[in-house]
C-alpha cells in the first residue's frame, strides 16, 4: 500500500509507520505539505496569545469543528502538535521504518491575496518566522525522506496549503491539483511501488 496525507495527517502517518508497525504493510509514504519540523509561528503565537484570547480563539474553531461533524475537537492540542519544539521531539523519538520509502512535497504562496482565508491573513507573518510557505507552513518543515519537491510555478500567485489538497476545488495557469496528483502517483508506479 502506498500512502500519500498532508498536514498533520503525514504527522500521524510517521507515527503510526513507526510506533504502532503498521510499516509492514506499507510500500511509501509521501506527505504534502506536512510541517516535520513544526511551525516556528505557531512557537511564537502559542507563546504571545494571552490565555483568555487563545480560548476563544479555540472555541471559535471547536464549534466550527463540530458543525463539521468533528465530535471532539481540541483546536489548541492540534496547534501546539504543531509546534517546532513538538515536532523536534517527535522527530527524536520516531525513527522511520527502512523498509518504508519517504518522500515529500511543499509548496510556496507568492503573495498572500493568492490564499484564501485564513491563509492570505498568515503567509506575511509565516514568511518573517519561517521563509518560504504556502500560507500555513514553511519549506524547511516540508522536506523529508528520500525525495523532495517544492512546488514553486512561476506567475506571481504561487500554490497555497488550501491549493495542494484541492480544498478550493480549482485549478489555475501554473498548476493542476489534480494533475499533480495523477503524476504523483505514476512516478510511484515507475519506482516500483
Not at 38 to 52: M, N, Q, T
Not at 63 to 90: H, I, Y
Request: glycine share 10%; proline share 4%; aromatic share 12%.
Amino acid at each position: 500500500m502506498n500512502i500519500i496525507a498532508h498536514s498533520k495527517g503525514g504527522l500521524d502517518c510517521r507515527y503510526a509507520l513507526s510506533a504502532l508497525g503498521t510499516d509492514a504493510y506499507v510500500a511509501s509514504l509521501t506527505t504534502i505539505n506536512t510541517p516535520h519540523r513544526g511551525c516556528e509561528f505557531a512557537d511564537f503565537l502559542l507563546r504571545k496569545i494571552p490565555e483568555s484570547k487563545k480560548n476563544k480563539i479555540a472555541g471559535a474553531y471547536n464549534a466550527t469543528l463540530r458543525k463539521f461533524g468533528e465530535e471532539n475537537p481540541d483546536f489548541l492540542a492540534a496547534v501546539s502538535s504543531l509546534t517546532a519544539e513538538q515536532c523536534a521531539q517527535r522527530n527524536e523519538e520516531l525513527a522511520d521504518s527502512p523498509d518504508v520509502y519517504y518522500q515529500s512535497t511543499g509548496s510556496r504562496l507568492r503573495v498572500p491575496s493568492g490564499g484564501r482565508f485564513p491563509l492570505n491573513m498568515t503567509c506575511a507573518p509565516i514568511r518573517y518566522f519561517d521563509g518560504y510557505n504556502d500560507g500555513l507552513v514553511g519549506e524547511k518543515s516540508f522536506v523529508w525522506g528520500d525525495h523532495y519537491e517544492f512546488i514553486n510555478p512561476g506567475g506571481t500567485r504561487g500554490v497555497s496549503h488550501g491549493d495542494m489538497i484541492d480544498l478550493n476545488r480549482e485549478n489555475f495557469d501554473g498548476f493542476d491539483v489534480r494533475e499533480f496528483y495523477v503524476q504523483l502517483v505514476h512516478e510511484l508506479k515507475e519506482k516500483g511501488f
